[in-house]
């Protein structure tokens, strides 16, 4: 399983970025897709899930109207569009799928700053 994290960078306040993770080495069309971010001092927290045929989705509170998550099957690629960017969304982000163990990628920086 290879889950690579890009579209990372800084961004002003109120700005908009979106995020990939290309996913290779099982059935993408199959799981469902999570993105969690970890800022720094803090734990990891989850901030979207989506399921394999993308029909649902949820979100943390904290993104809730301002995020959303989104996968393309036929490129095995699942998408965070971001908006509004806070200066507290400055993390690394991270998408994740549950296999038999559960597997991330290497993380992508989002830093929110004027």
């Known amino acids: 399983v290879q889950l690579v994290e890009s579209g990372g960078g800084l961004v002003q306040p109120g700005g908009s970025l979106r995020l990939s993770c290309a996913a290779s080495g099982f059935t993408f069309s199959h799981s469902d897709m999570r993105w969690f971010r970890q800022a720094p001092g803090k734990e990891r927290e989850w901030v979207a899930h989506i399921t394999n045929t993308g029909g649902n989705t949820n979100y943390a509170d904290s993104v809730k109207g301002r995020f959303t998550i989104s996968r393309d099957n036929a490129r095995n690629t699942v998408y965070l569009q971001m908006s509004s960017l806070k200066p507290e969304d400055t993390a690394v982000y991270y998408c994740?799928?549950?296999?038999?163990?559960?597997?991330w990628g290497q993380g992508t920086q989002v830093t929110v700053s004027s």
């Open positions: 994740n799928v549950l296999r038999t163990k559960e597997y």
